[in-house]
């Protein structure tokens, strides 16, 4: 059985014009999420998996996060301490260097009214390690 070839769309004048594709566009099957109603922030590109990976990852730790001090390196949108917090750690630090992601993680603590209960310290996360002596 032959295939079946297209013509070339045209433009106006009757050349055919070029379509443009990302270089991505084949294998990009991340689903894009809406931001949530509460009004928190979340990357472009948040996807289920990390919202799976995330929920998999407390389902492990269980009830023994309850009265716990959360330490959330390359803190992001702070979604790993917002979560611990919700699952009864009693404080959490976030730390985070990029501004932009640092005042999202402060934005979505206090849409939840969790600031009194979280610290988003302005630092690299890997800068106590560097300090260290060998």
């Not at 990976?53 to 790993?80: C, Q, Y």
């Not at 985070?96 to 005042?103: G, I, L, W």
Request: hydrophobic share 30%; aromatic share 2%.
């Amino acid at each position: 059985m032959a295939k079946k070839t297209r013509k070339p769309k045209s433009t106006a004048k009757g050349a055919p014009r070029a379509t443009p594709r990302s270089p991505s566009s084949d294998c990009d099957h991340r689903r894009k999420v809406s931001r949530p109603k509460a009004g928190i922030q979340r990357r472009p590109a948040h996807t289920t998996h990390e919202d799976r990976l995330r929920e998999a990852v407390f389902n492990l730790i269980g009830p023994s996060i309850k009265g716990t001090h959360a330490l959330d390196l390359f803190a992001g949108t702070g979604a790993l301490a917002i979560e611990s917090l919700s699952r009864g750690s009693l404080q959490a630090t976030l730390i985070e260097q990029h501004y932009p992601r640092r005042t999202s993680s402060e934005k979505n603590l206090a849409t939840l009214g969790l600031e009194h209960q979280a610290e988003v310290v302005p630092a690299t996360s890997l800068s106590g390690f560097a300090a260290s002596p060998g």
